[in-house]
């Protein structure tokens, strides 16, 4: 990503975006764990992990959150590959925009 689509996208640096894309990433591993904890058995002890990480990406440990980081990454890359410039730019203004009303339905 060169400077120009930087500021077109409003991020300062393209590790901002690696951080918007983990916090999306947590989101959905949250939804998805919530459920399966919900609608499956599993054992406790994985429950009660999970249930640590039940929490705003923020608010997680570095280790964890360098897991979100290196699926955020496998995203930018399937998108780089997939989609040029502009179609690129376009879609990463979605999910900004769907990462600002993530935020917004938390608050």
Known sequence: MNQEELEALKLESPEELVELLSELEH???????????????????????????WKPYLLLSEETKKQDRIYARKVIEIIKKRFDSVRMSAVIGYLELYLGKLSDKNE
């Open 27 to 53: 989101e959905q591993w949250m939804e998805w764990s919530k459920n399966i904890a919900k609608n499956e058995k599993i054992s406790v002890q994985r429950l009660e992990r999970w249930k640590t990480l």
